[in-house]
């Protein structure tokens, strides 16, 4: 084990020093002087150039012992990470998956009872992510496609509810499974012709598509309104009720956790099915797979449709939530939050992608003072992750067969835990 | 046909262009020695872009001759950018070395997040105006109303930044160097090569272009702000990408239809689609010819 | 009966290079062929050709499996040759690093299955069945190449010849008629190339299929192959039994200073 003590000789602090220095001078002009051209002043911040000094300092330090540490783990290791003990634990003692399943239903369960409408609300919209993330994974955490057009999938679902509500006066629920159709349909119009397009030209492409749709959006007015968008979308009905804000806010949480729980339930199949195993070959390489009888086109065409799917249901809940639309809901920044969801709490993995979007959504409602620094930090997320923890928050673990030792058992064990 | 308006267009595509090629070159470099997409590229054409401002903000009070400002502040525009950019390689970029593709790309995403958000928080999110500091030429008073004065530094600036790089690449050791890094990594360290070094000369070279055209283009269109990198980066890409990434004559060749492309789309189409020509361009192309204008079709070997 | 692959002036060129010139190849059913030469000399190529992973610039690649009529499979894509009986493994290690053991064979399989997504959503009874039984025949193939106790474990911590041998399981999975090798002992100990050597042969006997290697080990070349064709530069110099390319000039001059110990 590496000691982060080693890191406070005088040597190894001279090192940090020179790094801080470094940084000092190098974001002076940004960090120091602030000028404003318009009314022609200029401050100088001498005391960000100490914070920086101290704050670089410490980073340095920190990110070569994590560098090092990384780098000293072999592949081979065998030493049990936090995460998987806590799953060893939870398969040897039968009791707590359930009783953990108890708890975390009731809690969902009485959510919006014991909680004001501002918190159901915040809590329905980082349920409105994990669907979303959950959909996203299976392009970028199962299928290993970057894309970076997510948020259009979306748009489409939130426009299919809104208009065909505002022409034809059709209901939520008429709205729900067509707006998750066109986006299905689109998504597959997309993937035709990204087919043949190398990994990184497919990101490059599928921003592009989600800034085409958008820009579209925002300026074919007798189509979608242009910017000012459209309001007065009506909230989902149920048989007719009417509803005050109270009931329909948490109407709307009851419908997401649902929608949770049935994306779950079929992201779950489907990533241990025949069809989800290819997907993940497709992932760690492509040649291999064609040459196992894979047909990439038809992975790839499944995966961004089964992932538009989601994204069009959620797009169509977020029009009658918010009941008011345009197209600055669904920039490229959209598209890569719900990027940031996936890939903090973790590629390819379920549980990861549920604890993302809560801890990305929540945690700059709750802790306000952050939420000016949300993105910066959502940046910096991204590339701490890339390097020391590339699989996320929680990773992905595979299914675990288990086999009599003698001659195989015939059933599988289904306790793994993703 | 209003031929003064074509002309018009025909310019206004040239400065953009030039623009999108500095820019580019970044890209294509990068891409050709690390095989990595820097989406963080288009955020270091923008902190040039502030950088000259600052600076050139904070010099105005001294009294100094406008030319000078200016002079004095692109020199340390680009000083500044070239070491965000070398920087950024170190923390985002070379840890991942030898890891999987999308694991840089989504580093690069979080890197060019992080720097937008650090300018916005740090500066401003307002557009700033960017002090006049070009003068007047004489000899552009025949053409004044198809081009600024800043517009011909522009065309200027690049077709010298163009011949001085073709030498460098072709001729200094150097650019072999890098040739031959971008044609093959690992043969090139057992014949001796520092890639580490190569690496960090490219990200020198292109953050410095980038932060030249950042500075170039503030000064001609008079203003900017946080955001400025992003879309005119991803473009510079879809430029590079379409004279066929790895090409430097590619890149050059790519920015320039492009920008014509939008030029004329926008000038004759629609203003309000100016993005959406640049993408479908984009798409078309890629599709039918996947290595771009100038691009050697990649083999993948097995 | 027509040999189960041949090729007929098979040819590949990247740009001003030919990698494969001109080959003329077979071989025969239940035949275990070598194709050996100098690096460089085109034998991946050569696979790749074969595969679908590269179209041909020109000639013709013919196979006959089942005793079926010879068919033309040029262009074909990789996924579609797998599915007419050719299997392969890969020079540099191709296996899928995160998925385990036996999902790289399960995925062996997928072109024997059938379920698609209806049966991935609702479970229903065939694809239960159809599941259980892809897990149990990927489990007896590992145990076949002696893999099993590693069943869980991600492909990417299995020493090095485990990793070998877990190709050449994964592509026993798609039922090939044929199954190409591509430098299979390649960094191997005597030991456990003495184990793939025996492996070999007793896949060839028990499953009846026929098996063409790349090698440059030359031992286990000659003691397990009935025929070996060498090539040099992208051409044929030679074909015959281990003995007849043994003492064969042509083969000699084309290893001389470079597989000396030949
Ligand atoms: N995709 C490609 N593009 C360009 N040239 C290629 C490509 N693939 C192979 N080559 C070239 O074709 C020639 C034959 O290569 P190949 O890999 O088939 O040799 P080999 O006989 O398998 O050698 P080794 O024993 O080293 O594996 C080499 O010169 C190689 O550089
Ligand atoms: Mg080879």
């Not at chain 1, 309104?225 to 509803?243: E, K």
């Not at chain 1, 956790?257 to 079929?266: G, K, L, P």
């Not at chain 3, 290079?17 to 690096?39: K, M, Y």
């Not at chain 3, 006997?205 to 286990?220: A, G, Q, R, V």
Request: aromatic content about 10%; glycine content about 8%; charged content about 15%.
């Amino acid at each position: 084990m590496l000691d982060i003590m080693k890191y406070f000789t005088l040597k190894e602090m001279k090192k940090s020093l020179v790094i801080s220095i470094w940084f000092m001078i190098l974001t002076f002009p940004i960090m120091v002087i602030k000028v404003n051209t318009i009314e022609n002043t200029v401050v100088w911040r001498w005391a960000s150039l100490l914070g920086m000094g101290i704050g670089s300092f410490i980073m340095a330090t920190l990110w070569r012992y994590l560098l090092e540490r990384k780098n000293m783990k072999s592949p081979l290791s065998t030493k049990k990470t936090l995460q998987m003990r806590v799953v060893e634990w939870a398969n040897e003692n039968p009791k707590v998956k359930p009783i953990a399943l108890i708890a975390v239903s009731i809690f969902v369960l009485s959510f919006p009872f014991f909680s004001g409408l501002y918190q159901t609300s915040i809590m329905t919209t980082a349920l409105m992510y994990v669907v979303l993330g959950l959909g996203l994974n299976i392009v970028v955490g199962l299928g290993g496609l970057l894309h970076l057009g997510y948020a259009a999938f979306y748009a489409v679902g939130a426009y299919t509810y809104a208009l065909l509500n505002y022409h034809f006066g059709l209901s939520f629920w008429i709205c729900l499974p067509i707006g998750a159709g066109l986006a299905t349909i689109m998504g597959i119009l997309l993937a035709i012709p990204v087919l043949r397009l190398r990994g990184d030209y497919l990101a490059i492409v599928t921003l592009g598509f989600g800034e085409v749709i958008r820009i579209v959006l925002e300026n074919w007015n007798q189509f979608s309104f242009g910017p000012s968008g459209i309001a007065q979308i009506p909230r989902p009905g149920f048989f007719g009720m009417s509803m005050n804000l109270q009931t329909a806010t948490t109407y709307i949480y009851f419908i997401m956790i649902a929608m949770v729980i049935f994306t779950i339930f079929v992201v779950r199949r489907l990533e241990n099915s025949r069809i989800g195993r290819t997907w993940v070959a497709m992932r760690e390489d492509e040649i291999a797979s064609e040459s196992m009888g894979i047909d990439i086109t038809k992975s790839k065409i499944t995966t961004f449709a089964l992932g538009a799917f989601w994204a069009g249901m959620v797009g169509v809940v977020f029009a009658a939530k918010t009941t008011f639309i345009n197209p600055a809901s669904f920039t490229l920044w959209e598209s890569v939050m719900i990027l940031c969801v996936v890939v903090i709490g973790g590629m390819g993995s379920i549980v990861g992608v549920v604890v993302g979007a809560m801890i990305l959504i929540l945690m700059p409602e709750y802790l306000r003072a952050f939420s000016e620094y949300r993105m910066l930090i959502f940046g910096a997320m991204l590339v701490i992750m890339m390097v020391f923890r590339p699989g996320g928050i929680i990773s992905n673990i595979r299914k675990k067969y288990k086999f009599e030792p003698a001659q195989a058992a015939k059933n599988a064990d289904k306790e793994g835990v993703r | 046909m209003d031929l003064q308006y074509f002309f018009e267009l025909f310019v206004g595509g040239l400065t953009k262009g030039s623009i999108y090629a500095l820019i580019a070159l970044g890209y294509t470099m990068v891409y050709g020695i690390i095989k990595l997409i820097n989406f963080a590229h288009g955020e270091i054409y923008m902190i040039g872009a502030f950088t000259a401002l600052i600076i050139a903000s904070a010099l105005s009070f001294t009294g100094m001759n406008p030319v000078l400002i200016f002079l004095i502040s692109t020199i340390l525009a680009i000083i500044f950018s070239a070491s965000y950019g070398v920087t950024m390689e170190k923390i985002a970029y070379k840890p991942l070395r030898g890891s999987q593709r999308l694991s840089g790309l989504i580093s690069a995403i979080g890197m060019s997040m992080f720097l937008q958000n650090y300018v916005l928080l740090a500066q401003t999110s307002d557009f700033l105006p960017f002090p006049n500091l070009i003068p007047e030429f004489k000899f552009l008073e025949p053409v004044k109303s198809l081009i600024s004065p800043s517009g011909f530094i522009i065309l200027v600036t690049t077709a010298i930044v163009m011949i001085l790089l073709t030498y460098l690449i072709k001729f200094t050791k150097t650019g072999k160097a890098m040739r031959a890094t971008s044609q093959d990594p690992k043969m090139s360290q057992l014949l001796g090569i520092n890639i580490s070094k190569v690496i960090t000369m490219t990200f020198i070279i292109g953050s410095s272009t980038a932060a030249l055209g950042g500075v170039l283009i503030s000064t001609h269109i008079g203003q900017l702000n946080f955001y400025i990198g992003f879309i005119t980066g991803i473009k510079a890409f879809v430029a590079a990408v379409l004279g066929g990434i790895g090409s430097i004559p590619g890149a050059v060749l790519g920015s320039f239809v492009l920008a014509w492309t939008e030029s004329f789309g926008t000038g004759y189409i629609s203003s309000d689609y100016e993005d959406v020509f640049a993408f479908l361009f984009l798409i078309i192309i890629l599709i039918f010819r996947p290595s771009g204008i100038l691009g050697r079709p990649e083999n993948k070997k097995v | 009966m027509a040999p189960i692959l041949e090729t007929k002036n098979l040819t590949m060129q990247f740009g001003g290079l030919t990698a494969v010139d001109n080959i003329n190849f077979n071989v025969n059913s239940g035949e275990i062929v070598a194709l050996i030469g100098p690096n460089g000399a085109g034998k991946t190529t050569f696979f790749n050709c074969v595969t679908g992973v590269y179209t041909p610039s020109s000639g013709d690649v013919l196979i006959s499996t089942d005793g079926k009529a010879q068919q033309r499979i040029n262009g074909l894509k990789p996924n579609k040759v797998t599915e007419k009986g050719l299997a392969r493994t890969f020079q540099n290690i191709r296996l899928f690093q995160n998925m385990t053991v036996l999902e790289n064979v399960m995925i062996g399989r997928h072109t024997k299955l059938k379920s698609g997504l209806f049966g991935a959503i609702f479970h229903p009874k065939s694809t239960l069945e159809e599941e259980e039984k892809v897990i149990q025949d990927s489990y007896d193939i590992l145990v076949e190449v002696g893999l099993e106790k590693f069943v869980n474990e991600l492909a990417k911590n299995l020493p090095y010849g485990a990793q070998r041998r877990l190709e050449i399981a994964r592509a026993m999975a798609t039922e090939p008629a044929l199954l190409l090798l591509d430098e299979p002992a390649a960094g191997m100990n005597p030991h456990e190339t003495k184990e793939l050597d025996e492996m070999i042969l007793k896949i060839r006997n028990t499953n009846d299929i026929s098996i063409l290697l790349i090698e440059h080990d030359m031992s286990l070349v000659m003691s397990i192959s009935e025929k070996i064709f060498v090539v040099d530069y992208g051409k044929l110099i030679a074909k015959g039994t281990p003995d007849e390319i043994k003492n064969n000039p042509e083969v000699i001059k084309a290893y001389l200073g470079d597989v000396s110990d030949a």
